[in-house]
């Protein structure tokens, strides 16, 4: 193999592992498609019943989208947000209302 081949097969496989890794150190994951939650991970049930009626009462996404919350270096949770083309407004308000919901102990 030439050697330019064997390092495009190793950035590739560092690539797999990283991405691997990085998703388990996820504190909470939520999977939203549809309209509705249809997985939750890290939250009780009724923090995921109270972010299932916002999804469905307050946004409009019909295609899959992947939210994972990591904790921050400086304290708190940072969220990620991906899988659809959703405006800054739309992942801003995604954020603030996990931001209401998930960081407050005393609620979930």
């Given at each position: 193999m030439e050697p330019l081949n064997i390092l495009?097969?190793?950035v590739l496989i560092g690539?797999?592992?990283?991405?691997?890794?990085?998703?388990?150190?996820?504190?909470?994951?939520?999977?939203i498609d549809n309209n509705k939650l249809t997985e939750s991970a890290g939250i009780s049930d009724r923090c995921a019943s109270e972010i299932d009626q916002f999804v469905r009462q307050d946004l409009e996404v019909s295609t899959r989208v992947t939210v994972r919350g990591y904790?921050?270096?400086?304290?708190g949770i940072r969220y990620e947000i991906r899988g659809a083309n959703l405006d800054a407004g739309t992942e801003q308000q995604i954020r603030n209302f996990l931001k209401q919901v998930v960081c407050i102990p005393t609620r979930c």
């Open positions: 495009g097969v190793m690539f797999v592992l990283w991405s691997i890794h990085r998703s388990r150190n996820a504190v909470l994951t939520l999977v904790r921050a270096p400086q304290g």
